[in-house]
């Protein structure tokens, strides 16, 4: 069983920066593609970012690419990320989860792909 934990979400204007964390427990993390997902108020869950098992392939949202960027330490357990020029439209609950493949294949940009997630961490940006 994986465990995963969010952190990092606050208030912050519009144009500032966040970094988010996800850490997790068990020792699959590693072997495990990640990804980004978020959750707006009276919206449908929206793909934010994947990594590969290694870190070596990433995939970012058309909406995020260019601002957020997606990395892990798989020696720690964790993986990030890194949100610069903020929008207010930014705002949601973004979550982490943990994929079915080591690999990036498409499926990362959907929900189902991934069988582990995060309780998720607000993130809020004022204009």
């Known amino acids: 069983q994986v465990q995963l934990v969010e952190s990092g979400g606050g208030l912050v204007q519009a144009g500032g920066s966040l970094r988010l964390s996800c850490a997790a427990s068990?020792?699959?993390?590693?072997?495990?593609?990640m990804g980004w997902f978020r959750q707006a108020p009276g919206q449908e869950r929206e793909f934010v970012a994947a990594?590969?098992?290694?870190?070596?392939?990433?995939y970012h949202a058309e909406s995020v690419k260019g601002r957020f960027t997606i990395s892990r330490d798989n020696a720690k357990n964790t993986g990030y990320l890194q949100m610069n020029s903020l929008k207010p439209e930014d705002t949601a609950v973004y979550y982490c989860?943990?994929?079915?493949?080591?690999?990036?294949?498409?499926?990362?940009?959907?929900?189902?792909?991934?069988?582990?997630w995060g309780q998720g961490t607000q993130v809020t940006v004022s204009s």
């Open positions: 989860a943990l994929g079915s493949n080591a690999y990036l294949n498409g499926g990362h940009r959907t929900g189902g792909w991934y069988n582990y």
């Open positions: 068990g020792r699959t993390f590693s072997s495990y593609a």
């Open positions: 990594i590969s098992w290694s870190g070596g392939s990433t």
